[in-house]
């Protein structure tokens, strides 16, 4: 069984940085009492753990916990906020799932800094959830951003979690996704549809697309398939 492990946002969709800024701010209003949003450090990749606790601690609030309210709450302002400014289907990306779907010796998997309820709202507002779920559960299956501070506690529990003969595939956009698979000798395909240029990307590994586009997206196949 290979294992990919598919990032959400900059890699299979975007969703206006508008409405990631105006929904957290209206979760940090509601649930903590504060005026602040996501902007107040850099969270680029960041796991949404990482994210409230360090614009907090720029309040001046030390939170050891985040409360699963706060997850609720921010997606719940998502998919309020996506539904007047809508998310964007990357190129190629819908063609790519469906195939990866379709293989019985492929699992597809979510490894993204959103929370699992956040996760959700954003995938839902485009469809894509549907290649993600448990048939059995009806959840998406994957390891979502309140279950560590880095990306990499992220991928090292879902290295904990596969099975010994198990291959593990990423696809990701970012420089941390990068580093993150290199560190640990991870297998990783980049697409420079998020932040990072192809040139910044191409360091971590020899699989760096412009996007998934113009049937690249058979090429990753390839890829994915050479692992088996």
Same mark, same amino acid.
């Given at each position: 069984?290979?294992?990919?492990?598919?990032?959400? %946002?900059?890699? &299979?969709?975007?969703?206006? *940085?508008?409405?990631?800024? !105006?929904?957290?701010?209206?979760?940090?209003?509601?649930?903590?009492?504060?005026?602040?949003?996501?902007?107040?450090?850099?969270?680029?990749? *960041?796991?949404? =753990?990482?994210?409230?606790?360090?614009?907090?601690?720029?309040?001046?609030?030390?939170?050891?916990?985040?409360?699963?309210?706060?997850?609720?709450?921010?997606?719940?302002?998502?998919? /309020?906020?996506?539904?007047?400014?809508?998310? !964007?289907?990357?190129?190629?990306?819908?063609?790519?799932?469906?195939?990866?779907?379709?293989? /019985?010796?492929?699992?597809?998997?979510?490894?993204?800094?959103?929370?699992?309820? =956040?996760?959700?709202?954003?995938?839902?507002?485009?469809?894509? %959830?549907?290649?993600?779920?448990?048939?059995?559960?009806?959840?998406?299956? #994957?390891?979502?951003?309140?279950?560590?501070?880095? *990306?990499?506690?992220?991928?090292?529990?879902?290295?904990? /979690? !596969?099975?010994?003969?198990?291959?593990? &595939? &990423?696809? %990701? %956009?970012?420089?941390?996704?990068?580093?993150?698979?290199?560190?640990?000798?991870?297998?990783?395909?980049?697409?420079?549809? #998020? +932040?990072?240029?192809?040139?910044?990307?191409?360091?971590?590994?020899?699989?760096?697309?412009?996007?998934?586009? /113009?049937?690249?997206?058979?090429?990753?196949? +390839? &890829?994915?398939?050479?692992?088996?």
């Amino acid at each position: 069984m290979i294992n990919v492990l598919v990032d959400i %946002d900059g890699t &299979i969709m975007l969703v206006p *940085r508008s409405v990631d800024i !105006k929904s957290s701010a209206v979760m940090f209003k509601k649930v903590f009492g504060v005026e602040a949003s996501e902007e107040f450090i850099d969270n680029s990749a *960041r796991p949404e =753990r990482y994210i409230v606790i360090e614009v907090l601690k720029k309040m001046a609030i030390k939170l050891k916990e985040v409360p699963e309210k706060a997850y609720i709450s921010w997606a719940e302002a998502e998919s /309020q906020e996506l539904k007047k400014n809508p998310a !964007k289907i990357l190129p190629g990306a819908v063609e790519l799932l469906k195939k990866l779907s379709e293989n /019985q010796e492929i699992k597809l998997s979510l490894l993204t800094g959103n929370s699992y309820f =956040r996760a959700e709202a954003k995938l839902n507002s485009v469809g894509l %959830d549907i290649f993600f779920r448990n048939p059995e559960t009806g959840r998406l299956a #994957g390891v979502f951003g309140e279950e560590g501070n880095t *990306r990499e506690e992220l991928l090292l529990k879902t290295l904990s /979690q !596969k099975k010994a003969e198990d291959k593990i &595939i &990423i696809l %990701d %956009d970012s420089l941390l996704g990068g580093e993150m698979a290199k560190k640990n000798n991870i297998p990783i395909i980049l697409v420079a549809t #998020g +932040k990072f240029s192809q040139e910044k990307l191409k360091p971590f590994t020899k699989y760096v697309f412009p996007d998934l586009g /113009q049937d690249r997206w058979r090429k990753v196949i +390839k &890829i994915i398939n050479s692992l088996m």
